[in-house]
Structures are given as C-alpha cells and as structure tokens.
C-alpha cells in the first residue's frame, strides 16, 4: 500500500472519530445553558465546558484538514 493509500485510510479513520465524536460535550453544554445547575460554580463549569466543546471540535477538524492537506501535496 502506497502512501496516498494510507493517508486516504487514516483519513477516513479520522473523519469517522470526528463524527461520532464532535458532539461529546454538546449535551453537557445543552444542559448546562438550560440551568440544570445554577450559581456561580455551575456558571464556571458552564464556560468551561463550553471551552472544553469547542477546542475538541477545533481540534478534530483540524485533524481532518491537517491530512487532507498532506493529500494534496502527494503526487
């Protein structure tokens, strides 16, 4: 298996974690902004997983561009 080959596997791979995983947080987030849990510490945890939300979506999709650009640049 050549190259292309492996990186075009790993990005299915990849995309695959990332669609079955970007939305780990968002219940958490979705409970949170429907005030499951009030006062200043549940504001903290709110913002935090918030946070915590985005950056692991950022960070699939990164994944999922980072190797979509290594196929572009293989001949």
Known sequence: MDEREQLKQILNFVQRLSDDHWWLLAEACRLMDGHAWVGPTARAFAA??????RALQQALQESVDLIKRQLTRLP
Not at 48 to 53: H, N, W
């Open 48 to 53: 935090d997983q918030q946070t915590r939300s």
